[in-house]
T-cell receptor
Framework: DADVTQTPRNRITKTGKRIMLECSQT?????MYWYRQDPGLGLRLIYY???????NKGEISDGYSVSRQAQAKFSLSLESAIPNQTALYFC??????????FGPGTRLTVL | GIQVEQSPPDLILQEGANSTLRCNFS?????LQWFHQNPWGQLINLFY???GTKQNGRLSATTVATERYSLLYISSSQTTDSGVYFC???????????FGKGTHLIIQP
């Protein structure tokens, strides 16, 4: 089984809908991250978490919220989706100061 | 924040050729990684290399931290090497990777 999993893998939704993307990991890492990738660009950091009680904003957090339900679970929510949030979303994990490992990605389309 | 620049942006090669991809970064780093994004969008970790040299089969990487650059070498290219190669770094004291815009590599048979 994959160490970092994301659900759903693909999602099409409509403008104004609330949507949640979920990430789970079995690597035992304390740090988890959410990134967004737009076509032709590299990934950009949305939110990150050092542990269950610690949540930090990244470069592009506006319009997003997160929840760290457990060490192994980190969810990303779009409270009211808009078309420019159409992108490929990645979850990642790491231990302090070490290599980050990425999930398979969620392709989100907002109509 | 840290700036990460990759070159060239696009590269087309014949199967069997060798290539060098470059990554320049604007500040000292405590993490530098190279990734391959395949045509299905998956990110594959190639190297974790904040300094020094590593090799893995036909791929190798070198980071010269004092001069703020990293190089990824691909030898004897295969069509399966096609995709986008990203360099990403974390500045000392910060968190979260900053990605370059990638090098789009096409290997033709």
């Amino acid at each position: 089984d994959a160490d970092v999993t994301q659900t759903p893998r693909n999602r099409i939704t409509k403008t104004g809908k609330r949507i949640m993307l979920e990430c789970s990991q079995t690597k035992g890492h304390d740090r988890m991250y959410w990134y967004r990738q737009d076509p032709g660009l590299g990934l950009r950091l949305i939110y990150y978490s050092f542990d269950v009680k610690d949540i930090n904003k990244g470069e592009i957090s506006d319009g997003y919220s997160v929840s760290r339900q457990a060490q192994a679970k980190f969810s990303l929510s779009l409270e009211s989706a808009i078309p420019n949030q159409t992108a490929l979303y990645f979850c990642a994990t790491s231990v302090v100061g070490d290599e980050q490992f990425f999930g398979p990605g969620t392709r989100l389309t907002v109509l | 924040g840290i700036q990460v620049e990759q070159s060239p942006p696009d590269l087309i090669l014949q199967e069997g050729a060798n290539s060098t991809l470059r990554c320049n970064f604007s500040d000292s780093v405590n993490n530098l990684q190279w990734f391959h994004q395949n045509p299905w969008g998956q990110l594959i970790n190639l190297f974790y290399i904040p300094s020094g040299t590593k090799q893995n089969g036909r791929l190798s990487a070198t980071t010269v931290a004092t001069e703020r650059y990293s190089l990824l070498y691909i030898s004897s290219s295969q069509t399966t090497d096609s995709g986008v190669y990203f360099c990403a770094a974390v500045r000392g004291g910060a968190d979260g990777l900053t990605f370059g815009k990638g090098t789009h590599l096409i290997i033709q048979p």
